[in-house]
């Protein structure tokens, strides 16, 4: 496919090779089982100093509490009396009450049961959690459920700056571990075979080589496509920051600079045992061209169009994620 050239043009649509599904390049012996599982490997391996993506950052709002189960401990999240971001444990220390159904009045989160009013600076027997705010996203540190050395602040891609950007979050949950989520997004090799309406013509052009590669990275050239045969291509990298996240950057095409951030959060596990696992996707769009400053001013319509084109990729591959955990857990036949 051939690439974009170093001056945007004055569209960036192109017209893609006319080809059918069926008889676009195989790229099964490309996505090697042990290619894929030693980049998660290596994944997995990097710290994340207990740092979970709680939200989106305005999901976390000053009127109401926000609550959510990650790794099996209650959350509950909430914004001070300067937007300042608060979380801590999701039950009341008066008679555990859920405080994620009581109300937030002057910063202070107050408890419906009993009226008590709870601060950022916590409470006999109930201390808030550390918190981090990046403008996208919400985080809250959990040392007791991530055992490792704990870091000062998550570990943050590489973004543009938020002011000239749109930045859109999209959420959905499935029946998975993290680490399924994140070996889904390290196998680019399946984009244009399962998400046939949104890729055109990918193709891997640079995979990690060796026990500790550098850069540990995947690259590929893809279109996403517009309608029919028309795409705009892109140049993408694939990297992992951290144990449960994969970003996309684009590094070369239209919206240079732009970053896909698929996060995987554990929340718990449902009534038969099985673990769920929320995927929080934050794109964070670039672009120089004269359009794109309409398009930012036209970004609370532009926004549901980013996330709902997010959901409808994730449930596809949450389907995914969800077969390899059933098949990686299943009990050997007798």
């Known amino acids: 496919m051939a690439m974009p050239d170093p001056a945007p043009r004055r569209l960036p649509l192109r017209r893609m090779p006319a080809t059918t599904w069926a008889r676009q390049r195989p790229t099964w012996r490309e996505a090697s089982p042990a290619r894929i599982d030693g ?18 950052s305005a999901e976390v709002r000053g009127d109401r509490p926000f609550g959510r189960l990650v790794a099996g401990t209650e959350v509950v999240a909430w914004r001070g009396a300067g937007g300042e971001l608060h979380a801590a444990p999701g039950a009341c220390p008066h008679m555990g009450a859920p405080l994620c159904r009581g109300a937030v009045d002057a910063g202070r989160l107050v408890c419906r049961w009993h009226g008590l009013a709870l601060s950022g600076d916590g409470f006999p027997g109930w201390s808030p959690f550390p918190v981090h705010d990046d403008g996208v996203l919400a985080w809250v540190r959990l040392d007791r459920v991530g055992g490792e050395e704990p870091l000062p602040l998550p570990v943050l891609p590489e973004r543009p700056a938020l002011a000239p950007a749109i930045a859109a979050v999209e959420s959905l949950a499935g029946r ?3 680490e399924d989520v994140v070996a889904n997004r ?24 060796g026990p500790d590669p550098d850069p540990d990275r995947m690259v590929v050239e893809v279109a996403f496509k517009v ?10 990298a694939f990297s992992c920051p ?26 718990g596990t ?20 004269v359009g794109f400053a309409l398009a930012r001013r036209a970004a609370p319509a532009v926004r549901p169009l980013m996330r709902m084109a997010a959901r409808r990729l994730w449930r596809d591959d949450l389907a995914y994620a969800e077969r390899r955990y059933q098949q990686r857990t299943a009990k050997p036949a007798d």
């Not at 449960?244 to 970053?259: F, K, P, Y």
């Not at 449902?270 to 061209?289: F, K």
Request: glycine letters at 10%; charged letters at 20%; one cysteine or more.
């Open 227 to 236: 309608a029919g045969r028309w795409g705009v291509p892109v140049r993408a």
């Open 176 to 178: 998975c571990e993290p």
């Open 186 to 209: 390290l196998d680019p090799w399946h984009g244009s075979w399962f998400h046939p309406y949104s890729f055109v013509g990918l193709k891997v052009t640079e995979v990690p080589e």
């Open 39 to 56: 980049a998660l490997g290596r994944a997995l391996a990097r710290p994340s100093g207990n740092w979970y993506v709680l939200a989106a």
């Open 242 to 267: 951290e144990p449960r996240t994969v970003v996309m950057h684009i590094i070369e095409g239209e919206g240079a600079g732009s970053v896909v951030e698929t996060h995987a959060t554990p929340l």
């Open 270 to 289: 449902d009534r038969y045992g099985v673990p769920r696992t929320a995927v929080i996707e934050a794109v964070v769009a670039t672009s120089p061209r």
